[in-house]
C-alpha cells in the first residue's frame, strides 16, 4: 500500500520562507512525476509544482516562479518544496501527489496522479 505522508506546514509571516517534505512508501515501479498541489479556503485545488523523475524537469504555477524550488532527495524517498517570500496567498493546505503523468503539459492536473498525502497546512499572516 503506497502512504505519504507531508511535513513541514505551519505559521509564517509574510516574507518568510517554509520547507514541505513528502514521504513516500510502498510504491514499486517507475515514478514518472510528483508533484504539489494546494487549497485555499473556498477556491479549488490548483498545481503548484511538479518534478518529472526521469529528466528533471520542473513546471511551476506562475504565482510560485522564483520563489518556490520542487526538489527530491532519492535515496530517502523524500520530495521537498522550498517556499521562500511568502505571500499572504500562499496560504492553503498543501498536498503532495505522487504517480503523475509521464510527460508533458498536465503537470497541474490533479487527475492525472494516483496517490496523494493527507495535506499540511500552510498560513501565511501579514
Known amino acids: 500500500q503506497v502512504h505519504l505522508v507531508e511535513s513541514g506546514g505551519g505559521s509564517v509571516q509574510a516574507g518568510g520562507s517554509l520547507r514541505l517534505s513528502c514521504v513516500i512508501s510502498?510504491?514499486?515501479?517507475?515514478?514518472?512525476?510528483m508533484g504539489w498541489f494546494r487549497q485555499a479556503p473556498g477556491k479549488e485545488r490548483e498545481g503548484v509544482a511538479t518534478?518529472?523523475?526521469?529528466?528533471?524537469?520542473?513546471y511551476y504555477a506562475d504565482s510560485v516562479k522564483g520563489r518556490f524550488t520542487i526538489s527530491r532527495d532519492a535515496a530517502k524517498n523524500t520530495l521537498y518544496l522550498q517556499m521562500n517570500s511568502l505571500k499572504q496567498e500562499d496560504t492553503a493546505i498543501y498536498y503532495c501527489?505522487?504517480?503523475?503523468?509521464?510527460?508533458?503539459?498536465?503537470?497541474?492536473?490533479?487527475?492525472?496522479?494516483?496517490?496523494w498525502g493527507q495535506g499540511t497546512q500552510v498560513t501565511v499572516s501579514p
Open positions: 501527489a505522487a504517480d503523475g503523468p509521464t510527460y508533458g503539459s498536465k503537470w497541474d492536473y490533479d487527475d492525472e496522479f494516483t496517490y
Open positions: 510502498g510504491f514499486s515501479g517507475t515514478m514518472y512525476s
Open positions: 518534478l518529472y523523475l526521469l529528466g528533471g524537469s520542473t
